[in-house]
């Protein structure tokens, strides 16, 4: 997510960590479940029903905004979380744009809660209302003064704040890229990196030759994988858009799964030497294909999982900080990772409307 290093290009860029549990996350498709229902067949139709659901919310609260709304609704939380991610994203975000650096920021907005765990419409556009304006000025301030992009939000709920709890609104924001490459991952034999490279394993130790350079092996493998396969445009044409929803961020410290030989796919190292923390052109290789097996593999196959992963889970960014800290008298090095997922629908641009730009709002 910072910016992207393929052979001989190196740039500078910041590193924002973003750490999130996965057991507060909104339910998938609530109110109701339309991705689940019998009557749905297909990819196609399961679009329809999404797109629907959020025409059916923006309705509502346009609705509530002109006055003429006849009978006054409930909505249950985590359904009313579900349309304010949904259709924000589907309204102001940019998901399909390559970003050489982003920002992570946290904002949280008071929930009043009634007793069956359900928010009026009218609370409920007040929220949206205050969550744009929030998110509108945290993106104004967020330290990038070009080529802005708004990649998208992510909804959440907090109780441990208050008794009534919190909405936590997750936004990345970022600096948009037209850099480009001919070359697939597919025709990498052993792996992106060259034989020579040498990088520390995180923390902006530089490499071998340039100690003070601030990048790392972490930003390497993320920035690589990220260009490669996360959130990419639709394969349809010019004229189709994605939109993600049920969208989740699932945490790993790195020593979570095992290869056969015992060894942890992902970097995990208690009191090695400091040698051991700068990682050739081959090692750096070995990470890059372990990590693919994590994300598409290991953690879609995790029962753990099942109930917080969106339905056909698709990448759209992993975030990796190379990390230090104390287990009783041992030195843990590790890399954190923070992978997002949501489900994908390609959906032509006429269905959705417009792109609205939040700083024009």
Not at 191 to 214: H, I
């Amino acid at each position: 997510m910072k910016r992207i290093y393929f052979n001989q290009i190196v740039s500078l860029f910041l590193i924002v960590l973003f750490v999130f549990t996965v057991s507060c996350k909104k339910d998938k498709l609530t109110d109701p479940d339309y991705s689940r229902t019998k009557n749905v067949t297909n990819k196609e139709s399961e679009a329809e029903a999404i797109v629907k659901r959020i025409k059916t919310f923006e309705r509502q609260l346009s609705d509530v905004k002109r006055g003429v709304l006849r009978n006054e609704s409930y909505i249950d939380v985590d359904s009313a979380m579900w349309n304010i991610e949904a259709l924000f994203n589907s309204t102001f975000s940019m998901p399909d744009e390559k970003y050489v650096e982003k920002k992570i920021q946290d904002l949280y907005f008071d929930l009043s809660v009634h007793r069956d765990n359900k928010l009026s419409i009218y609370e409920v556009n007040t929220l949206y209302e205050n969550i744009i304006r929030s998110v509108k000025d945290a993106y104004i301030n967020d330290g990038i003064d070009h080529d802005k992009g708004l990649m998208s939000i992510i909804v959440n709920k907090d109780y441990s704040k208050t008794r009534n709890g919190k909405l936590q609104v997750t936004l990345i924001t970022g600096k948009t890229s037209k850099l480009n490459t001919s070359i697939p991952p597919e025709k990498y034999i052993d792996g992106p990196f060259d034989d020579e490279d040498c990088w520390y394993f995180g923390e902006y130790g530089g490499s071998c030759d340039d100690t003070f350079l601030m990048t790392d092996a972490a930003e390497l493998l993320e920035d690589t994988l990220n260009y490669y396969y996360g959130n990419t445009v639709s394969s349809k044409s010019s004229n189709y858009i994605n939109l993600y929803v049920d969208m989740t961020i699932i945490s790993l410290k790195g020593n979570e799964y095992k290869r056969d030989n015992g060894d942890n796919c992902l970097f995990y190292k208690v009191n090695c030497d400091q040698e051991e923390l700068y990682l050739t052109g081959k090692e750096l290789n070995e990470y890059y294909y372990w990590e693919k097996q994590v994300i598409f593999n290991k953690i879609l196959d995790d029962s753990k999982y099942v109930s917080v992963l969106p339905n056909n889970p698709c990448l759209l960014e992993i975030n990796i900080d190379g990390l230090s800290s104390m287990s009783g008298n041992n030195i843990v090095y590790n890399h954190e990772h923070n992978i997002l997922f949501g489900t994908k629908y390609e959906l032509a641009k006429s269905v959705m409307g417009s792109f609205q730009d939040i700083l024009c709002y």
